[in-house]
């Protein structure tokens, strides 16, 4: 695998090389139609003064030859001028008879109606002039091979090869350093992470700039480590509540049967013993359920299967199923503001994982009210479904309240009056917050009410 300063490096080279390619180019291009342009005005003004001296000045052929060649200073290299007229379709005149093959073969690309035309034949430059007298139509035709200026373009072609490849090598050099350089401080970092374990979660990785993107990054990472820390502090917790609440009825009933067996008694004091058993059974069994449900629940969030749950519906499961097992409690279900869309009803949700949320709900409200009595309140509007227990009985203190769905929490006010372990409203929290839901409650001397949140399919 490619590291990422060498990536960098090769991208920082390519494209700069890229641009340069394109300048150099450039500078190419622009040269070869500068000095062709200069060349051709070099033809034309030579076809000129041989316009003049043909026919302004009517001199012999000799005559004319002298003033042509004294009129050039620098000699062009093949050079050749013609005069052709189109009428006759015959050369009148010609500096190099025996190599006039080049104008001959540009006679049928002249264009009739164009007083000055530029052709390249290979190597070769030609301007033909077409002008008018005593009624014939006459070419100057000159031509020549620009060998200056082909040997300046040969020379600028190497130069730009040389200084584009050089920097080429220099920009590798440059962007190595660039890259080490802007990647320095990803260096730091390592070295800062590698040396944090679960001995040390607090620490933190530190960067001097803090508004830069590694900066953002590193502040990301420390958020990072902060819920790390944060999971494995509740673990810790969680492990050690766990041991705590599991070794107290453990203990009692084997202290029990260690009692029982020092010595024989009559059946009823065996009678009292088994109950005494069977009762912290059933508290270890409520436990351990409990326990179970809060692992599930956190095991399971990415892969918990979802379907359209109607809550209505899911709230008579849960009343008639509470009651069934808690003959002495009553719950009471409130519909208000009932819509007439079926699917202002339905959420997306997992629907056992719902009801362990209604059931802990229902089951907390019964557990802290004098008449065993929970009032669940039900409403559907505006593309969320709100679901209310309230419950009479002693308020919670509000110090309490922001802990309340920490895992084995329980309030001073309330450890007293009722058996729990405290872990009942951290499902329900876990829960909700799967379902991206709100739980939230409000503690009155009149009593408690926790507020459930959903969306409905409605807002979908």
Known sequence: MINIRTRLTGQFAFLVSLILLFFSLGVYFFSQLYLEKRFYKRLQDQAITTTTLLFDVQQADT????????????????????????????????????????????????????????????????????????????????????????????????????????????????????????????????????????????????????????????????????????????????????????????????????????????PEAYERTLQSLQEDTRTLTQLTTTLLELANVSIQTSNMPLEPVRIDELLWEVKTQYQEWHPGAQVELNFTDFPDDEEALLTQGNRPSLRVLLMNLVDNACKFSPAKTAQIGFCAKGGTITVTVFNEGKPIPAADIPHIFEPFFRSNATAQSSRGHGVGLAVVAQITQIHQGNISVRSTTKGTTFTLTLTSLLQF
Not at 194 to 200: D, M, P
């Open 63 to 266: 005559t004319v030859l002298r003033l042509i060649d004294a009129a050039v200073k620098t000699p062009l290299l093949n050079e050749v001028i013609s005069v052709y007229n189109q009428r006759t379709k015959n050369f009148l005149f010609t500096t190099n008879p025996a190599n006039n093959q080049l104008h001959e073969q540009i006679i049928s690309r002249l264009k009739g109606g164009v007083e000055t035309q530029y052709l390249r034949q290979k190597e070769h430059q030609l301007v033909a002039i077409n002008l008018a007298k005593r009624g014939d139509s006459n070419w100057i035709i000159v031509s020549g091979i620009d060998q200056p200026g082909n040997e300046a373009l040969e020379d600028l072609k190497k130069i730009l090869l040389v200084m584009v490849l050089a920097a080429i090598l220099l920009l590798g050099v440059a962007g190595w350093l660039f890259a080490d350089r802007a990647l320095a401080p990803m260096s730091g970092i390592i070295q800062q992470v590698n040396t944090i374990y679960s001995a040390n979660l607090e620490k933190r990785v530190e960067h001097p700039n803090r508004f830069d993107e590694i900066g953002m990054l590193v502040a990301t990472f420390n958020r990072l480590l902060d819920r790390i820390e944060e999971a494995i502090n509740t673990q810790k917790m969680f492990i050690a509540n766990v041991s705590h609440e599991l070794k107290n009825p453990l203990t009692k009933i084997n202290s029990q049967i260690d009692v029982a067996l020092i010595q024989k008694r009559n």
